[in-house]
């Protein structure tokens, strides 16, 4: 079996191994907490079709989620969601009775770590061209909130809906089985049941969004700067032995 120490020197093997462990260590804490978006599906649709979006929930800590918020962009007609074993829905409306939030709140366990949750509901598109942004809310059982409401490439992203007529004709069929009222209908409660009005805000108290939005930038820089700092220190080794050898 391969010796480093042997084949290296004990001296190198020395200089060498301390700065390979500590970028072997920072690569790995910080790939590791990359977590897996909340998103909304699909992510492309027609301007004015009734779509069946579908809200995905995933758990990234080792405690349960135990209530999502998601607030509805702007142009979007709320209409129907389909009801989910164990969780209510408050329905956030404003004064004209358009919905502008929606809130699942667990009423079991919740979603477990290594778990993840989908929520249906239809809504109708804006009539124009649009980009929709998603910002949901994602509350755990300990009071933390992780807030998914940053741009593109931050580190907790809200999904985006591209709303084009220049959709793909495979997306266009999603969009027609969405369109289906009445099949859709039976499904869903909305209409049967009075929903509370729920505030979605993130509370002051405990929250992750003071996660700064370039921890994935950071997270690259400092694994490149630990790797240039192992291989700086491996060749400085390496020249030592060499001199050590020839004198």
């Avoid at 135990?66 to 989910?84: C, H, N, S, T």
């Avoid at 249906?120 to 009071?143: C, H, I, K, R, T």
């Avoid at 929903?195 to 929250?207: D, H, K, L, N, Y």
Wanted: one cysteine or more; glycine letters at 8%; charged letters at 20%.
């Amino acid at each position: 079996m391969f010796n480093p120490t042997r084949f290296f020197g004990k001296r190198v093997w020395h200089y060498a191994a301390a700065p390979a462990i500590a970028w072997i260590l920072i690569f790995t804490i910080f790939t590791g907490t990359a977590s897996a978006h909340v998103t909304v599906k699909p992510s492309q649709s027609t301007p004015g079709a009734w779509e069946t979006y579908s809200l995905k929930v995933p758990v990234e800590k080792d405690i349960p989620t135990v209530k999502v918020a998601l607030k509805i962009p702007e142009g979007v007609a709320f209409k129907q969601y389909r009801p989910v074993p164990e969780w209510s829905v408050d329905l956030t409306k404003a004064e004209d009775g358009t919905v502008t939030a929606v809130t699942w709140t667990a009423e079991g366990n919740g979603i477990s770590a290594g778990e993840f949750q989908q929520f249906e509901f239809v809504a109708q598109n804006p009539n124009e061209n649009a980009e929709l942004a998603w910002d949901a809310f994602q509350y755990y059982s300990d009071g933390s909130v992780v807030e998914w409401t940053g741009a593109e490439g931050d580190d907790r992203p809200h999904s985006l809906t591209v709303v084009s007529a220049a959709e793909s004709s495979e997306q266009g069929e999603h969009s027609a089985a969405g369109h289906d009222h009445g099949s859709t209908k039976e499904d869903a409660t909305t209409s049967n049941v009075e929903a509370s009005p729920a505030t979605v805000e993130a509370p002051g108290a405990v929250s992750s969004s003071g996660i700064s939005s370039s921890a994935g930038t950071v997270a690259l820089v400092l694994s490149a700067c630990a790797l240039l700092v192992a291989l700086a220190a491996l060749w400085a080794a390496l020249r030592a032995g060499r001199k050590r050898k020839t004198t």
